[in-house]
């Protein structure tokens, strides 16, 4: 086998000096060959150069979306990595100063539950310590705390050994009271400047959990299942007003209704309108409600 020689030019640094050769490889070992030049990383700091040579240059700003160390990285994490880690070189390549500090996503329904698992426990048992199986909130949190950095190493490692360049001895962590404290500041900010307004929205609820549930959480393994659901048809009765006139002509007299379909029956406590649609014909028929025998008025789609 050919030997093999490497050499790079750091010109990626203002006013390049040296050129900085590697040793000479008489029997070429990938795997020795990536730890050998982990190690010069290390030894001579060269990330941490690339971004201190360049105080005072113009700066390209960098957040890194934080994995959660609950769980073993997988090679998708390998790849979002390599695409972030691509910008930072290129920018930094151009000459601007790119910080890249590390961090780590505490926060979360699924270390809760995966706690709560280990400990064969429910939300019922915490804040209990007293009763059987119960446990404090002190002792609860500390758990979660351990769990959600219980592979911390295994990330260190595929960050250092894949070259995803970021400052992992000064991570964020956002369990810690000084991020949440810094959340909340920045909220107020944005409550102060008039950005924040007060919204109505239906959320999916855990009734277990005791908690409304995200899209991300809704989106987790074994969360969806095939069921066979029955759906409803619900009568909103009209009331007549000179809108309704114009619309549907004098109702007076009759029990008139609107006719709606919903696969999601219980949203109906929540509704505020009804919505039409602009270019589907409807029509008036005249029937009996199927529970009472009384005569009513009912409007739904033509086609139906």
Same mark, same amino acid.
């Given at each position: 086998m050919r030997s093999a020689q490497f050499s790079v030019s750091l010109r990626s640094i203002p006013n390049?000096?040296?050129i900085v050769s590697y040793?000479?490889?008489?029997?070429?070992?990938?795997?020795?060959?990536?730890?050998?030049?982990?190690?010069?990383w290390k030894a001579n700091r060269v990330f941490e150069q690339s971004v201190d040579t360049r105080e005072g240059q113009p700066t390209f700003t960098f957040y890194e979306g934080p994995p959660s160390a609950n769980g073993k990285p997988g090679i998708h994490h390998v790849m979002a990595r390599?695409?972030?880690?691509?910008?930072?070189?290129?920018?930094?390549?151009?000459?601007?100063?790119?910080?890249?500090?590390?961090?780590?996503?505490?926060?979360?329904? =699924?270390?809760?539950?995966?706690?709560? @698992?280990?400990?064969? /426990?429910?939300?019922?048992?915490?804040? $209990? !310590?007293?009763?059987?199986?119960?446990?404090?909130?002190?002792?609860?949190?500390?758990?979660?705390?351990?769990?959600?950095?219980k592979f911390t190493d295994?990330?260190?490692?595929?960050?250092?050994?894949?070259?995803?360049?970021?400052?992992?001895?000064?991570?964020?962590?956002?369990?810690?009271?000084?991020?949440?404290?810094?959340?909340?500041?920045?909220?107020?900010?944005?409550y102060d400047k008039g950005l924040l307004y007060k919204g109505y929205t239906i959320q999916p609820y855990s009734p277990k959990a005791?908690?409304?549930?995200?899209?991300?959480?809704?989106?987790? =393994?074994?969360?969806?299942?095939?069921? @066979?659901?029955?759906? /409803?048809?619900?009568?909103?009765?009209? $009331? !007549?007003?000179?809108?309704?006139?114009?619309?549907?002509g004098d109702l007076q007299g009759l029990n008139a209704y609107i006719l709606a379909w919903t696969t999601t029956p219980w949203t109906l406590p929540s509704n505020t309108a009804l919505t039409v649609g602009p270019k589907i014909d409807y029509v008036l028929v005249k029937t009996f409600n199927q529970y009472t025998y009384l005569p009513i008025t009912v409007v739904l789609a033509k086609n139906l």
């Open positions: 390049p000096s040296t040793k000479e490889y008489k029997n070429l070992n990938y795997a020795q060959v990536g730890d050998d030049i982990l190690a010069f390599a695409i972030k880690d691509i910008f930072c070189r290129y920018k930094t390549l151009q000459g601007f100063q790119v910080k890249r500090k590390g961090g780590w996503d505490t926060h979360g329904l =699924p270390i809760e539950l995966q706690v709560e @698992k280990e400990l064969g /426990i429910t939300k019922d048992h915490i804040g $209990k !310590p007293e009763s059987e199986g119960g446990i404090s909130i002190e002792d609860y949190n500390q758990k979660c705390r351990e769990a959600v950095m295994l990330w260190n490692d595929l960050t250092e050994k894949m070259g995803y360049w970021v400052d992992l001895d000064n991570p964020y962590v956002t369990y810690q009271s000084e991020y949440i404290e810094s959340v909340w500041q920045l909220l107020k900010r944005l005791g908690t409304g549930l995200s899209s991300h959480e809704l989106n987790m =393994p074994g969360t969806y299942k095939d069921l @066979k659901d029955t759906t /409803i048809v619900a009568m909103f009765k009209i $009331k !007549p007003s000179n809108q309704t006139l114009q619309v549907f």
